[in-house]
């Protein structure tokens, strides 16, 4: 079965500093592709980074990179040099049917992140 | 600005009550996808349109009908509310077939408390 697994519910960062989200997945499929969005307290879904199964590098997009470890299974979140507006939700998500119509995402259960100034 | 449009933003229903949840894009995207998001839960998904004219079940869609509008409209309705419906309702959009890399795109959401 596909599944996403986030293992910290709450995680705690002081301003300035990086942190690092956790997220495991289970496919069997060798085509996927992994997504992170933020969701702050006023509730919308922010896309943040992306990273393909068969990408050979790692995604970073500006202060958010992927350390994607495959054969662990693991796609975790770096946000570098915490800022208070970084305080949020933060939910791992797969791409299921990855080459077919459906495409929907199948989603952890998040990490609240709270940067303390 | 471009993107999804969900209403309405807040609602109140007494168990037994019906309602819709209406959702509209502009993004000329394929597919369009409704969640709900409880606490501890993350979304899980309910019903989605992979293209106009097709609807097919999620995980949880116990409860729930759609209609596929149109290409720009997908609407979730509850024909007879219950309290464990209580939840934040999520409408997304996706490019739909072999659509890979590209991220869903979500509405607002909307916040539904039924007594």
């Known amino acids: 079965a596909q599944k996403i697994t986030q293992t910290q519910p709450g995680m705690f960062v002081q301003e300035k500093e990086a942190v690092t989200l956790d997220c495991t997945y289970d496919?069997?499929?060798?085509?996927?592709?992994l997504f992170w969005y933020k969701q702050p307290s006023s509730g919308e879904m922010i896309f943040l980074i992306y990273?393909?199964?068969?990408?050979?590098q790692n995604a970073t997009e500006g202060r958010y990179s992927l350390n994607f470890q495959k054969a662990r299974k693991s796609a975790n979140l770096v946000i570098s040099a915490s800022q208070l507006g970084d305080s949020a939700m933060y939910f791992c998500?797969?791409?299921?049917?990855?080459?077919?119509?459906?495409?929907?995402?199948?989603f952890g259960k998040g990490t609240k992140l709270s940067v303390k100034p | 600005n471009a993107g999804v449009t969900q209403t309405p933003k807040f609602q109140v229903l007494k168990t037994g009550q019906s309602m819709t949840l209406q959702c509209a894009q502009d993004?000329?995207?394929?597919?369009m996808y409704w969640y709900r998001q409880d606490p501890g839960m993350g979304l899980r998904l309910i019903y989605y349109?992979?293209?106009?004219?097709?609807?097919d079940k999620g995980e949880v869609p116990n409860g729930y009908n759609v209609s596929r509008l149109n290409k720009r409209e997908f609407s979730l309705r509850l024909e007879s509310a219950a309290p464990s419906q209580t939840s934040v309702y999520f409408c997304?959009?996706?490019?739909?077939?072999?659509?890979?890399?590209?991220?869903?795109?979500f509405g607002n959401g909307t916040r539904l408390t039924v007594t």
């Open positions: 998500a797969m791409r299921v049917n990855y080459g077919g119509s459906q495409g929907n995402l199948i």
């Open positions: 496919t069997s499929d060798p085509s996927y592709g």
């Open positions: 990273q393909g199964s068969y990408d050979q």
């Open positions: 993004m000329n995207h394929n597919s």
């Open positions: 349109s992979a293209s106009e004219g097709t609807t």
């Open positions: 997304a959009c996706g490019k739909g077939q072999g659509q890979g890399s590209s991220p869903l795109h």
